[in-house]
């Protein structure tokens, strides 16, 4: 779900300024699954441009507050999640906590790190959706360490129909800044992309195993 549509075209709008997000239909890139994907992603890229981190962290705390208020905590999903959620738990002005992808091998073999208390409120920050995997991994760790989670917060979504499903299906909310539609929306009116390009596009993101075979 995105909340705010002004913002999110004007996200994708930043996303291919800075080549946070490339669109190579022609020329396309090969996932780690093995996927060729039209589409390549890397959110980090924001946090190097003061205005577009500054937005989008902005854009991140209005849409916590509007959907879920102010929680007790923000948990940031490693390793995109953790920068863009300390900066949103400055904002807010409450405590931060991360998920690792796995539990750390020694020690106290901790999932969650930092200070939490059981029973709070989370919120927890992600900076791509795909799959929807490793966030609901992390949801689920949240939960089994006592925590509510109100719901997943994410700059943007390729809006597959197994992440939709997924979030579904684990009864989490998903709201994001911006998505697959309101970007290549944005690349065809800068005419960064053509009709052509548009209609391979949409393609891909109804049968990403599929495409370009």
């Known amino acids: ?38 589409i390549y992603c890397d959110n980090r890229k924001t946090l190097s441009y003061p205005n577009v981190r500054t937005f989008i962290r902005q854009s991140y705390t209005q849409a916590i507050l509007d959907e879920f208020g102010k929680p007790d905590v923000i948990a940031g ?21 991360y998920v690792r992808s796995s539990a750390k091998g020694h020690g106290l073999q901790n999932m969650i790190e930092g200070h939490f208390e059981e029973g709070q409120n989370v919120v927890v ?23 509510t989670v109100r719901g997943v917060v994410a700059i ?4 597959f129909q197994h992440a939709v499903d997924a979030f579904k299906d684990s009864n989490c909310p998903l709201v994001v800044l911006s998505n697959y539609d309101v970007l290549i929306d944005k690349a065809l009116a800068q005419g960064a992309i053509g ?11 109804v049968a990403p195993d599929n495409w370009n075979n």
């Open 156 to 159: 943007f979504s390729y809006g």
């Open 125 to 147: 920050i992600e900076d791509l959706i795909s799959t929807g995997g490793s966030s609901l991994k992390a949801v689920e760790a949240l939960r089994e360490g006592g925590l």
């Open 195 to 205: 009709e052509q390009d548009m209609n391979s596009l949409k393609d891909w993101r």
């Open 77 to 97: 999903v490693a390793t995109g999640g953790i920068a863009q959620g300390v900066l949103v738990a400055q904002e807010l002005g409450v405590p931060f906590v």
């Open 1 to 38: 779900m995105i909340i705010d549509l002004d913002n999110a075209s004007k996200i994708a709008e930043y996303l291919l300024q800075i080549k946070a997000i490339k669109l190579q239909p022609k020329d396309p890139f090969t996932w780690s699954s093995g996927w060729k994907s039209p």
